[in-house]
């Protein structure tokens, strides 16, 4: 024991913290010039994320800034399909681009054989954070892992990249389902495996991003989000029962609460869609939750941006919270932007 108090896990285990815990999705990245200049210097992303020394400089990067509760592993939810032996690139302006599975075959090359090594540097990432948040005096600073939910990283699978309506992978659940059961099942195991030695290697808290929960009908829902999110916590539990679990099944509405009931995640972290009161009323008397100021405010500023950041925390003042935005930094974000709604959250919630 340090005796140092950590403001976010006490707010995950409904304690009672000293301050509103806060962190925001996309904390590291391009709107910071410090991450712009390791970026070109690093010559593409993913060699970003596989260079331990850089990613854990990145994760750093906004802790010194900002002072976050929250520090998020640096690297990105497709180095699982990518360590599967699935092929990844991301085109400079135009995102991730693989492969696409779009049958039994594609699935069936999915494999383990270099899936440990591809992800070794990962691990050494994280070890390296949690070694200079406590050497930088962050030690108060909760170290967060996580991965892409099944159903999230299957879409860019199947799609093979951004995907505005999603069509090849509805046609594969509602034609070919076992092709597409064959895909989720790997992704369970994989990404298990993946948050277990993250947590091995020091993350204190796991978050699962379902970015694309919100495109299923609720039957699908069950079938293709939480079944295959239920396993994941109950293989992470198993292995490490005390570290909380965040699930983010973003846009799924009033299926966040079919979500609750059928993974059994620790907390939640809500979308900007999601109406405070309902959610207050309905999910958080049950769990933490975590949210959901909406990005574009921090591309307003000013008086806009204060008083939606109030709001926001006084909506979820009756229970256990921790700030976060709804989806992750806009990339055009002024930093200055940054510094008024963190200066607005100690301001409320001391
Ligand atoms: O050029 C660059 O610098 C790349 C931009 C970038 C960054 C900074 C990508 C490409 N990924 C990341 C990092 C990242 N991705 C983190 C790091 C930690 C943090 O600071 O939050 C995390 C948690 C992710 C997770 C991620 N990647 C998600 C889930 C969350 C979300 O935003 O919905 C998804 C969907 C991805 C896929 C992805 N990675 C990158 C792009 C451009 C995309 C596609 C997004 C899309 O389809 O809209």
Avoid at 38 to 65: C, H, M, W
Avoid at 320 to 342: A, R, S
Wanted: with cysteine; glycine share 10%.
């Amino acid at each position: 024991m340090t005796g140092i108090k950590k403001n976010m896990l006490e707010a995950l285990r409904k304690h009672e913290p000293d301050h509103v815990p806060f962190w925001f999705m996309r904390q590291a990245g391009r709107y910071l010039p410090e991450y712009r200049e390791l970026r070109e210097k690093a010559g593409s992303f993913l060699s970003l994320v596989y260079n331990p020394d850089f990613a854990a400089e990145v994760t750093l990067q906004p802790i010194r800034r900002f002072g976050m509760d929250g520090a998020i592993l640096f690297s990105d939810i497709l180095v699982v399909p990518q360590a599967l032996g699935q092929r990844l690139e991301f085109v400079e302006g135009e995102g991730p681009k693989l492969e696409p599975i779009r049958d039994g075959a594609g699935a069936a090359k999915l494999g383990f054989k270099n899936f440990e090594n591809t992800l070794s540097p990962v691990y050494e990432t994280v070890k390296k954070v949690r070694a200079g948040l406590i050497g930088e005096g962050f030690g108060s600073t909760t170290m967060i892992g996580f991965a892409g939910a099944p159903w999230t990283v299957a879409c860019y699978m199947v799609e093979g990249g951004s995907s505005r309506d999603f069509h090849e992978i509805k046609m594969m659940a509602f034609r070919e389902p076992d092709v597409l059961e064959a895909v989720v099942d790997v992704l369970v195991e994989a990404t298990a495996a993946y948050l277990i030695q993250q947590i091995r290697a020091g993350a204190e808290v796991i978050q699962i991003f379902d970015s694309w929960a919100g495109v299923l009908d609720s039957h699908q829902f069950r079938k293709w989000v939480c079944r295959p999110t239920r396993k994941i916590v109950d293989l992470v539990r198993d292995a490490y029962p005390h570290v909380p679990i965040i699930g983010f099944p973003r846009a799924s509405g009033v299926n966040y609460i079919t979500y609750l009931q059928d993974t059994g995640v620790d907390a939640l972290s809500l979308d900007t869609q999601i109406d405070p009161k309902w959610a207050a009323r309905i999910l958080q008397s049950s769990v933490p939750v975590q949210g959901n100021l909406d990005p574009v405010y921090l591309l307003a500023g000013g008086d806009a941006l204060v008083m939606a950041v109030e709001q926001v925390v006084r909506d979820f003042s009756g229970g256990p919270f921790v700030f976060n935005l709804g989806h992750g930094i806009h990339k055009d974000t002024p930093v200055e932007h940054v510094e008024l709604m963190v200066k607005t959250i100690r301001e409320m919630g001391k």
